[in-house]
Every structure is written in C-alpha cells, then in structure tokens.
C-alpha cells in the first residue's frame, strides 16, 4: 500500500523526546535512584506556570526532573522483581499509540486498533495453546486480569445456583465458597474484594515449601462446603516460581462444579518453551487464566491478558453496550465485551508489534534463556557455605537466604546486608522479602537482556561479598 504521505522529519517535544529516548536505552544509567523525595519534590515542585510553555522545554524539563528518581528496571541489573524491560519494538509501536491517539473501546472507534487487538489475542491464546475459542481482553496487567476471570466466575457459579448477579446483584446471593492457597499473590485477594468477596467468603489452603496447594488438604476442605464454588490456582509463584498441580485440580473443579481460575502472571510463558511446558500439563482444562504481558512478553507497561474459556461468561461479566455504541454489520471486535473499560489505550498495537518482533522461538528461547539463567545461577551458589537456596530452581526465580549458622535473627540480618552490599555498586537492585517466616533475597531473572555471562558475574560476585561478610 502506497503511503499518502512522506515521514516528515520530527520536530518539538517529539523530536527532544526521541532524542533522548534513543541515548537513554543505548546507554547504561543508573539502576537505583540518584534523588530522595525531597529532591524529587523539588524538581516537579513550584506553582503551575499561568502560561502554557513551549513544548520542547517542557519535555526537557520533564526529563530533568524524573532522570534521577528513575529506577533501572530494563537493565540486566535489575533482578529484584518478576518486570520485564519494555521491548525497543513495543515502546516504538506503544509511541505510535499514543500519536495516533486511538480510543479502544469499540470497533468503530478504531477499527486498526480492534482488528490489531483481535489478532494479537489469537496469537496469545496459539503461543499459549489454550482454547482456541477463549476470549481475551486485553488490560492493565495480571489484577485486572484476575478481576475480569474471577467476575465471570463470580456470576457464572451464581447462575448455575440460579441467582442473575447483572439483576440481582450482591443481595441475596447463595454464598459463594473460594478456595486459595495460603500464599497466593495478594492481587488475586485484592480482586476478589473488589467483587464484592471477603476474607470469610475465602478458604486459605495449605501450601507445601514451594508455595503449592496441597491438594489433599484441598479436597479436604471442599468436601465440607455446598454450594457456588471458585478455585485460585498459581502458575509460577512470585517467589518460587513453582507450579500447582492442574489436573488435580481440574478434577476437583469437575467433582464441585466449581470454576478454576488460575493466576498465571508470568508462569503461563513456560507453556511457550518446550523446556519449561511439562509444568503447565493440564492447565488447558482450567476456566480463566490471567497472566502479563509486562512481565516475561517484555510489552512496556501496561499491559496484561484476561482469558477465559467460556466466552458467553466473560461477556456476561463484563460487557457495556449503549445505542450510541452500536455495532454495525461487519464491525469486528468490541473490546466493550471483554473489559471494564470504555474509554481505554489502544493497547493491542504494542502487543501486536512486540509479538511479532520476539516471534514464537523468540519467546520460546527468551523463557529457555532466563530459566537456564535461574539453574547457572544456583548450580554456581550450591555447595557455598552459608549460601542457602530455599527453591526448587523450576522457572526463573531464585529464593536465597544467608545464614551463618548463629540462629534464625543472624541469617535475618546477613540477608539484609547482603541486599545493601549486593546493591551498594550500583550494578544491581535487589530486594528481599518475607516468604514462609523468613527473611529472603528473591533472584528473578526477567530482564530480555540477561544471558549466561552476567549470571557468572553475579554469582562471583554473590560469593565474593559472602566471604568479605563472614570475615
Ligand atoms: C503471581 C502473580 N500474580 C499477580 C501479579 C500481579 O500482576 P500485576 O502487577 O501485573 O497486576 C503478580 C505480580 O508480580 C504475580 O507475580
């Protein structure tokens, strides 16, 4: 198709703007902050100006500003949480988003924006192999996402208990029973409180050292309920990376009629990579999955998948129509049936160009990559006394710990200090966590960049700061 027009060169604040962008992703900066709040509030501080200023100035004020209260989050360096480092092709076709100004909300809208959305969803559900007919929407991130599934599930349990959630709402309703592990992701707590679920509507199920259900304990405690039964499951646990047994539960939602959903924030990836799919067996026979595309799909933020099998459900949950949005013949897809949003980015366009850039053996050789990152790393730190590897090495994550062998409150404390020392640099950000009563150092290797050689770097150095700590 011929152009109608020539790429004009760029000018004003795009062309400051695009300046920048280049050099600041060409070149390392800084992963920690360089600015405290104070400092921050300072530089976006002041009144706003009467007058509007130009736009170049305004860019490059905008940069001043934030540069140093920048965290380096697309680096290698950056292993403290599961964030993936926004592909140079996604921030390119997330900038067109933004100059094309598209509103999302339904086809007519923009048909380029659905027609790209609707077939960045089948690629997702192909590269995930997941049924086919799926419906997806495509949203902020995994919360969202898990609220949309665990809406459709809220009102499909209702319906088959035979109570109309779109009529009747919350009052009235059969109590609804939720079954979720004891460590699930707080997200998954979150969205359920947004529909209208609390903590007594929820079972908290035991969970083993890696993070997963136990299933015994499970149908243990779904024997006792009747009723309008959900499942949360996890796919890759934000600590462990561990995996929960999906056929088990799939027969465990069939012997309850109950609906399985499962948070799959960025553990749904390992299902594109020959090497890592064992762990999703059976994760088809679920009936809604939420997982990022920010995370391990390196899209730029925002930007997550809500799925869910049946696809009537999903609409049920979530559609707004209104006459003045009506659908004419041949309009293709609304995202209006999919998400909780009318007005909304057309996020499809950076799926779409960050799918097509990493390919499907991109995808499947950049999961391979950080998962074997994951097993270098421990197989370089196993045998180091002292250096203590809570996880199954399964994924891409790693839970460290460092004891000295002076009691629970020591290695507490030698965790910490090897967060401030590992840190101290400036070449890495760590951070640690509570998981399981203990203090640890959580490894998550997400970054696209991260390879094998940086790996042996940072378990030299890992080793080096240990030995320096214990003197
Ligand atoms: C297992 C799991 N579930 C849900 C989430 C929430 O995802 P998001 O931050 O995209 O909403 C995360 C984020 O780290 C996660 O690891």
Redesign the pocket.
Known sequence: MKHAHAFPAVTGPLATASAYATGYRDSKKHLHPTANLDDLRNAFGGDLPAKGQPGEQVIADLIHAAEPGLVGNTQPGFLA??MGSSHTTGVAADWLTSIWGQNAAIYQCSPAAATAEEVACDWVLDILDLPRKASVGIT???????FIGLAAARDEVLRRAGHDFSQDGLQGTPRITIFISDDT?V??LAALRYLGLGNRNIERIPTDDQGRLVIRALADRMALFRGPKIMVA?A???NSGAFDDFHALADLAIQHDAWLHI?????LWARASLSTRAMTTGIDRADSW?T?G??WLQIPF?S?FAIVKDKDAHRRAMDISASYLSEAPGDGRNATHFNPELSRRARGFTVWATLKALGRDGISDMVHNHCNCASLLAYKLEGTPGIIIHNDVVLNQLVLSFDRGRGAEDTDQMTQAMEAALNADGQHFFRTAVWQGRKVLRVSIISVDTGPLDIQLLARKMKDLWKDICG
């Open positions: 949480w599961v902020t991130g995994a919360t969202m996402a898990s992701h997200s998954n996890t890759g646990h934000i948070d799959a924030a960025f553990g939420s990022d920010h995370k925002d997550g």
